[in-house]
């Protein structure tokens, strides 16, 4: 099955910009997602990318996808205490009908003031 | 972007006894519905697929005679878990699909469980 895998802890200082990186398996066409989730908080959808783009940019988001290597990334631009929160990509396969999501395993940003 | 709700937001059981929380999408129609376990530090696990009309898919594992999921209409799933024990004490996320051109799920806000 699919597999998405990223790095557990990031931490930044406030003001800097930050990288959040994952890797996913799936070789299919696929859309690939950014959530957030804050403690005690459902997912935010933050953006999306589908697999035949190699980048996003969304106000202080940036998606890159290196397709080749099946390398996705966040980048957060001028980051602030308030996008502490855990970030999970995932992604679901086009092949038909509703697909079923595979999260990452999430990665923990901590911004410090 | 499209709302999903869910209630309640937190629950405390005894054990032993049986919890139902709902999951609404309040401003779009939803004929399939996500019901995902999350337990602390740790990534979302999809439990079973909820589809109107019709059974829930379950996945491997999850026990389908302890957690009833009733879809009754377009915009309400149920996850009811029966018989509660300690070790059912999770987050509980719904999401639903919408097609707006783009395929996205959008999360309810979870129920945190808790059993005595």
């Known amino acids: 099955g699919e597999d998405v895998e990223q790095s557990l802890f990031l931490s930044v200082r406030e003001g800097d910009s930050s990288v959040i990186n994952c890797t996913y398996t799936?070789?299919?066409?696929?859309?690939l997602y950014w959530y957030k989730q804050e403690p005690g908080a459902g997912l935010q959808l933050l953006t999306y990318?589908?697999?035949?783009?190699d980048m996003k940019q969304d106000q202080r988001l940036t998606v890159l996808l290196n397709k080749k290597d099946k390398h996705l990334s966040l980048r957060i631009a001028d980051t602030q205490t308030g996008d502490s929160a855990i970030y999970f990509c995932?992604?679901?396969?086009?092949?038909?009908?509703?697909?079923?999501?595979?999260f990452g395993t999430g990665t923990k940003l901590q911004v410090i003031p | 972007g499209a709302v999903v709700s869910q209630h309640p937001s937190w629950v405390i059981c005894k054990s032993g006894t049986s919890v139902k929380i709902e999951c609404r999408s309040l401003d779009f129609q939803a004929t399939t519905m996500f019901w995902y376990r999350q337990f602390p530090k740790q990534s979302l696990m999809l439990m079973a697929t909820?589809?109107?009309?019709?059974?829930?898919?379950?996945e491997q594992g999850v026990e389908k005679d302890k957690f009833l999921i009733n879809h009754a209409s377009l915009t309400l799933s149920t996850l009811t878990v029966t018989s509660a024990h300690p070790e059912d004490s999770s987050f509980y996320i719904c999401?639903?699909?919408?097609?707006?051109?783009?395929?996205?799920?959008?999360f309810g806000p979870g129920t945190r469980l808790t059993v005595l």
């Open positions: 999401s639903a699909p919408t097609d707006t051109g783009v395929y996205t799920q959008y």
């Open positions: 990318i589908f697999s035949n783009m």
């Open positions: 799936d070789s299919s066409s696929t859309y």
């Open positions: 909820s589809n109107e009309g019709s059974k829930a898919t379950y």
């Open positions: 995932a992604e679901i396969p086009i092949s038909g009908g509703y697909q079923k999501v595979t």
